[in-house]
T-cell receptor, first 104, second 111 residues
Framework: SNSVKQTGQITVSEGASVTMNCTYTSTGYPTLFWYVEYPSKPLQLLQRETMENSKNFGGGNIKDKNSPIVKYSVQVSDSAVYYCLLRCGNQFYFGTGTSLTVIP | NAGVTQTPKFRVLKTGQSMTLLCAQDMNHEYMYWYRQDPGMGLRLIHYSVGEGTTAKGEVPDGYNVSRLKKQNFLLGLESAAPSQTSVYFC??????????FGSGTRLTVV
C-alpha cells in the first residue's frame, strides 16, 4: 500500500539549516510534491520530483524511502507548515505536514 | 489573475442545515479537488473531478456531494451538516494530477 509520513514539528533559530523529512512507501512509480502553507494563505507548490528511476527499487515497490526538503539559512518568514504529497497514478496521499517554527 | 476562488470564506451552520461551497478556477484546468483539513490529520481528499461532468470519491466522501456541471466550477454540498464536518475546506485545481493551485480555504463550523 501507499503511505506518507512526516515529522510533526521543528523549531530552529534564524540562520540555521533545516531538513524536513518525507518518508513514503509506494507500490507504483511515484511523483513527490512539496507544498507550503503560510498563515492565512493558500497552499503553494514548492517543488516536484518524479521518481523515474523508481523501477530500480524492487521493481516499482518502494518501502520507507525518505525524500527530504532542505532549507538553508532560514528566516522567521519561513515559519509555515510544509506538506509532502505522494502521487501514484491517480491516487494522492498527503502527509500530515511539518510545522516549522523559526525563532529570531 | 484570480486562480482558484472559494466562497464563502467563513460559515457557521446548525446541525442538519445544508449548504454549498463554490470553487471557481479561471485557468482552464481539467482536474479539480475538494479537501478538508483537520488538526493532526493533514489534508484529506473528499471528492475530485477529472473533467467537466465527472466526479469521483476520495478518501472521506461520506456526507458530501459534488457536481462539476461547468469546467470552471466545482461545487461541494453538505445535505445535512454534522458537527464532525467542522473543518477547513480547500479546493484545488490542476492541469495534470498533482500540480495543484489551491484556494484560500473555507472555515466551516457546525454547531
Amino acid at each position: 500500500s501507499n503511505s506518507v509520513k512526516q515529522t510533526g514539528q521543528i523549531t530552529v533559530s534564524e540562520g540555521a539549516s533545516v531538513t524536513m523529512n518525507c518518508t513514503y512507501t509506494s507500490t507504483g512509480y511515484p511523483t513527490l510534491f512539496w507544498y507550503v502553507e503560510y498563515p492565512s494563505k493558500p497552499l503553494q507548490l514548492l517543488q516536484r520530483e518524479t521518481m523515474e528511476n523508481s523501477k530500480n527499487f524492487g521493481g516499482g515497490n518502494i518501502k520507507d524511502k525518505n525524500s527530504p526538503i532542505v532549507k538553508y539559512s532560514v528566516q522567521v518568514s519561513d515559519s509555515a507548515v510544509y506538506y509532502c504529497l505522494l502521487r501514484c497514478g491517480n491516487q494522492f496521499y498527503f502527509g500530515t505536514g511539518t510545522s516549522l517554527t523559526v525563532i529570531p | 489573475n484570480a486562480g482558484v476562488t472559494q466562497t464563502p470564506k467563513f460559515r457557521v451552520l446548525k446541525t442538519g442545515q445544508s449548504m454549498t461551497l463554490l470553487c471557481a478556477q479561471d485557468m482552464n484546468h481539467e482536474y479539480m479537488y475538494w479537501y478538508r483539513q483537520d488538526p493532526g490529520m493533514g489534508l484529506r481528499l473528499i471528492h475530485y473531478s477529472v473533467g467537466e461532468g465527472t466526479t469521483a470519491k476520495g478518501e472521506v466522501p461520506d456526507g458530501y456531494n459534488v457536481s462539476r456541471l461547468k469546467k470552471q466550477n466545482f461545487l461541494l454540498g453538505l445535505e445535512s451538516a454534522a458537527p464532525s464536518q467542522t473543518s477547513v475546506y480547500f479546493c484545488a485545481s490542476s492541469y495534470d494530477p498533482g500540480g495543484y493551485t489551491f484556494g484560500s480555504g473555507t472555515r466551516l463550523t457546525v454547531v
